[in-house]
């Protein structure tokens, strides 16, 4: 078997292999959106946790494989060993072992998945892009659609019962937002965790939009470089078809 064949199964299997995470991670979004906004118990839902058990299985898989398929094993371990923490089935592991955590621990421990779906996600996102920049700017949308989206469900859950501010989720929603974008908002944290939201989600506005500003100015730049190029070679045609011209003038 040839060099080119094996590197042609070895792309062959890692695509199947994304395109089942990434259908995975789908799944598991909205599998942990539908028991949130509904307040069903996820540890009494045995659907979920058998789902959720057997998509942490496939994460894990397509860690395992990718390492067996890299071409520098150790550097990839290192490089993914946070995603492989994050893949790790704990409430599974908890249930069946019967330890004892409150619920609102439970619910923070359910989100960790998600944390590897928002990763997949900003995979593909940046995959889809056509250069460097443009992908970069692709990933860190990608972040920060699935950190609001995640932050806000998890100060729902937090806040609803007891801030008064958070009647809906979509007040939760407004909260994220309004924290991402370093502006404040009006509903103020209650809880601890709903605290340390406001925090990271702070920090990650911070972060993050200053790359859109470069982003932006990269983009207008080679615009504004394309455009001056094709005028150029406007103006050479222009003077290549006068020099041209001339001759049959005389």
């Not at 292999?17 to 009494?44: E, P, T």
């Not at 944390?115 to 460097?132: G, K």
């Not at 939009?209 to 207008?220: E, K, M, Q, S, W």
């Amino acid at each position: 078997m040839g060099i080119a064949t094996k590197d042609h199964i070895k792309n062959d299997v890692l695509r199947v292999l994304h395109i089942l995470v990434l259908l995975g991670a789908v799944g598991l979004i909205v599998l942990i959106s539908y028991d949130c906004f509904r307040n069903i118990s996820f540890l009494a839902n045995e659907n979920y946790m058998t789902i959720q058990f057997w998509i942490c299985v496939l994460f894990i898989l397509d860690v395992i494989v990718e390492f067996f398929l890299a071409s520098d094993r150790w550097r990839y371990f290192y490089t993914h060993l946070f995603a492989l923490f994050v893949c790790i089935p704990y409430l599974n592991i908890i249930h069946y072992f019967g330890i004892s955590l409150s619920p609102e621990m439970q619910y923070l421990i359910r989100f960790i998945p998600m944390i590897r779906a928002a990763y997949v996600f900003t995979l593909v996102l940046s995959a889809l892009s056509t250069d460097r920049v443009s992908s970069l700017f692709s990933a860190y949308i990608g972040l920060l659609i699935a950190t609001v989206y995640f932050a806000s469900m998890m100060f729902f859950i937090e806040e609803h019962y007891i801030n008064t501010g958070v009647p809906t989720y979509w007040s939760a929603l407004w909260w994220s937002f309004m924290n991402i974008t370093t502006v404040g908002c009006n509903i103020n944290a209650i809880t601890a965790t709903g605290k340390v939201l406001s925090v990271i989600l702070s920090a990650e506005g911070l972060i993050l939009f200053p790359v859109f500003t470069v982003y932006i100015t990269n983009a207008l730049t080679r615009k504004t470089t394309q455009q001056s190029e094709l005028a150029r070679n406007d103006v050479k045609k222009s003077s290549k078809s006068a020099a041209e011209a001339a001759p049959v003038a005389k």
